[in-house]
């Protein structure tokens, strides 16, 4: 089974464009829609490319990389005001997110020390 770290880059980048153009394509699926569903929307998938950049590309640049567009040109043609079903269902989405992030941070701290001796240890 191939994991995702073994995705060459000039795959992985394909993809990601293409990613990246299907939500340019794709602007009635709105933001808050994305975050309610999947827990991350375009501007999450901004932020990401801005952390990977290292600091070449602030958040508005990524932004305009990722809407094609700047940012409050994209919010006015595309945006409409999110309804308290929508905000309910983001807001339980971003908990969801954290208490995952919460969960894999504490599993990554205990590995390997919560696994038993016969396991981690030879001979055991």
């Not at 992985?12 to 794709?26: I, K, P, Y």
């Not at 990554?108 to 696994?115: C, L, Q």
Request: glycine share 6%; aromatic share 6%.
């Amino acid at each position: 089974m191939t994991t995702l770290d073994n995705i060459d880059d000039r795959t992985a980048a394909q993809a990601f464009r293409r990613l990246v153009r299907h939500l340019r394509h794709r602007t009635d699926a709105e933001n808050i829609e994305l975050m309610g569903l999947a827990g991350f929307c375009r501007n999450c998938l901004a932020d990401w490319v801005s952390e990977a950049s290292g600091g070449e590309l602030d958040r508005d640049a990524a932004r305009t990389a990722i809407y094609g567009m700047p940012y409050a040109t994209w919010k006015a043609q595309h945006q409409g005001e999110a309804t308290p079903e929508q905000i309910a269902r983001m807001e339980a989405s971003v908990a969801r997110n954290k208490q995952d992030a919460e969960l894999d941070a504490e599993l990554d701290d205990s590995f390997p020390a919560s696994d038993p001796p016969s396991i981690t240890q030879r001979g055991g």
